[in-house]
């Protein structure tokens, strides 16, 4: 064709020219399609979480190799993006469109080379100024997207399915003669994984085990090893928690270490096997179970566990990145930064779009009723707590500078309770009683504001997080997870832990030093202006009113007067306080007179002033 409108000279028509002209129409069109076919293969796995961002460049050069046989010419690590080379990666473009047109040619060419009265190989076919050829591909070209590619196929070249019998062919001479060039040359390449230098831990196969008996072979070797390596640990928890030492605490981080790496190394293996044919069912159980690492930790899928973990993520977290501060920095800013960062991150994943994402939720309805349920929901976490988070400390800041005494611990207790919580004891209480002391932190002297704190500036952080993240919309709906720009802004704060005033480190995360309750009410904006609509529809009383709660007299119980030993005498607790009150206020009339009488002393023993030295002089 090339000669006839007048490209080429003279056309030679002999075995060696045929091959040359073979070769070069496979470099182009052969060579192309293990790249057009692991393209898509690579999206599409990236986007049903087969391969996880972690991952991204490992998996490309797997494709690549084994698909092309090409590794990559220089050390690649997940730090860099090489799909990205592409243009249709970064750009989100099906390629998939160009590996079936390479193989959809071919058998349009051989059709219309049959409708042409072609005679000869394939590759020799022109249907230059074949009217008939011409006529089906007209119909192809008309019929545009309007029929099922099928049909289409069907009416033009009798067929309904795609298939390479005619590329195999047209190249039918150069395959021959490749095969003859070949003999006793290792044809391909072995088929094996790319391992970047980085990560460590990548699985040594990515091909799946479909061995059944072998599957089973591994669980016989996991069972063996758990059960020693978790008998090792429960032994070491029992042996701290009954004797607490720290020798005891060390071995038993130590064994709960060990049963970590051992469930971490078992899940990776277990990852190996596809199950999808195994028969025994329980081998296919106990092989899900192993191989989920992420939530092995989690007993059960509920989200206080899940916020739980969370939390002691980040306790584990910051004592990582502390570790460049000296020693009595290693704390966060204040005792309240600490919980706070915890439960931040708790905000983001309690979202019902993050959950949906991780699979603790199979749906989410995206309306105004599920918009309410979730914020109350979060309420009853968040806001029911900050009365009883406040009244805590009130309580004993009050007993540790006498305004409460010891006569009055439980009923100063449940005043605080009425006062700030709306709660009256559900049963008769006196002095006798201590419920103070059911809190834990009562009676172990820990303070408790750092949660009432923690629960304010949780959402300032939040907010501020979110701001860096760009999100957008209500901010009860903010996920920052995988966000460089709010992790990066958290992690430097928490780097100072408390090397810094703790308005400064709030001013590094917030952009001001103040603590504000203004992002809580921002969260539950929602949740509030339905509530006030709700309890003016209904006529609801807000609040209940302040009193003080007085102890109960128990039937046939008679509450006796304390008497206390002041100056020798029996007397009442409050006669004592009159008492002491009464010495003070002599004490001080005493020092007054005593400074007073003491001047006056001083004053009367100076000397009188004599004459004058110009008196004196005149005498003489």
């Not at 091959?19 to 898509?40: C, R």
């Not at 060419?109 to 006529?135: N, Q």
């Not at 429960?234 to 004797?243: P, R």
């Not at 006669?575 to 003070?584: C, E, R």
Request: charged content about 25%.
């Amino acid at each position: 064709h090339l000669h006839k409108i007048n490209l080429l000279e003279s056309a030679t028509s002999d075995e060696e020219t045929d091959l040359n002209f073979l070769l070069n129409m496979a470099l182009e069109k052969i060579a192309f399609l293990p790249f057009g076919y692991l393209i898509d293969q690579w999206r599409w796995r990236v986007f049903d979480g087969r391969t996880p961002p972690d991952k991204y460049n490992s998996e490309w050069w797997y494709l690549r190799t084994k698909y092309q046989g090409i590794c990559p010419p220089t050390k690649r690590t997940e730090d860099q993006f090489d799909p990205g080379a592409k243009f249709h990666i970064p750009d989100n473009y099906p390629y998939i469109s160009y590996f079936i047109s390479f193989i959809l040619q071919f058998q349009f060419h051989e059709k219309l080379c049959e409708a042409a009265h072609h005679t000869g190989p394939l590759h020799t076919c022109d249907i230059y100024r074949s009217a008939e050829a011409g006529a089906i591909l007209k119909k192809v070209l008309q019929a545009g997207s309007s029929k099922l590619w099928p049909d289409v196929l069907q009416e033009a070249i009798g067929t309904r399915k795609i298939n390479a019998n005619s590329l195999m062919k047209y190249f039918e001479p150069l395959t021959k003669w490749l095969q003859e060039q070949n003999v006793k040359e290792t044809l391909g390449w072995p088929e094996f994984n790319w391992v970047p230098p980085i990560p460590e831990g990548y699985p040594e196969d990515v091909d799946k085990n479909t061995d059944e008996l072998h599957a089973k072979t591994f669980l016989e070797e996991y069972n063996r090893t758990a059960e020693v390596t978790w008998n090792a640990y429960t032994e070491a928890s029992w042996n701290y928690n009954t004797d607490l030492t720290e020798s005891n605490k060390k071995i038993m981080l130590q064994k709960n270490l060990e049963m970590s790496k051992h469930t971490l190394k078992y899940g990776l293996k277990a990852r190996e096997y596809d199950t999808t044919d195994f028969q025994d069912t329980s081998v296919k159980r106990i092989i899900k179970k192993l191989s989920d690492i992420e939530r092995a930790a989690l007993s059960s899928a509920e989200l206080e566990e899940y916020n739980t973990l969370l939390s002691n993520m980040e306790t584990k977290y910051s004592l990582a990145v502390y570790k460049d501060q000296p020693v009595s920095f290693r704390d966060g800013a204040n005792p309240g930064f600490h919980e706070a960062i915890g439960d931040v991150l708790a905000l983001s994943v309690s979202t019902p779009k993050h959950l949906q994402s991780i699979g603790l939720l199979d749906k989410v309805e995206d309306n105004h009723e599920s918009e309410i349920n979730f914020l109350m929901s979060m309420a009853l976490d968040k806001i029911a707590f900050l009365p009883f988070g406040y009244l805590m400390d009130q309580w004993r800041w009050k007993v540790f500078d006498g305004r409460i005494p010891s006569t009055e611990y439980n009923k100063e207790w449940w005043n605080l309770r009425l006062k700030y919580q709306g709660l009256c004891p559900p049963v008769l209480r006196t002095e006798d009683d201590f419920d103070p002391g059911a809190k834990f932190h009562i009676p172990a002297n820990v303070p408790y504001v750092r949660y009432f704190i923690s629960f304010i500036i949780q959402f300032q952080f939040h907010k501020a997080l979110c701001d860096a993240a760009k999100h957008n919309g209500p901010l009860h709906m903010c996920d920052i997870y995988k966000s460089h720009e709010a992790g990066k802004l958290l992690g430097d704060a928490m780097k100072l832990g408390n090397s810094k005033p703790w308005p400064e480190a709030m001013a590094m995360i917030t952009g001001q030093s103040k603590m504000s309750a203004q992002p809580l009410m921002t969260y539950f904006k929602p949740l509030i202006d339905w509530l006030e609509v709700e309890n003016n529809k209904n006529n609801d009383v807000r609040g209940w009113p302040e009193y003080d709660w007085k102890p109960a007299t128990r039937p046939g119980v008679e509450i006796k007067d304390v008497k206390v030993d002041f100056l020798g005498m029996n007397v009442d607790g409050a006669a004592a306080v009159a008492g002491q009150w009464i010495l003070l206020v002599l004490g001080l009339v005493l020092l007054v007179a005593t400074i007073l009488l003491a001047y006056k002393y001083r004053k009367s023993k100076r000397p009188e002033k004599s004459l004058s030295t110009m008196e004196l002089k005149q005498k003489d």
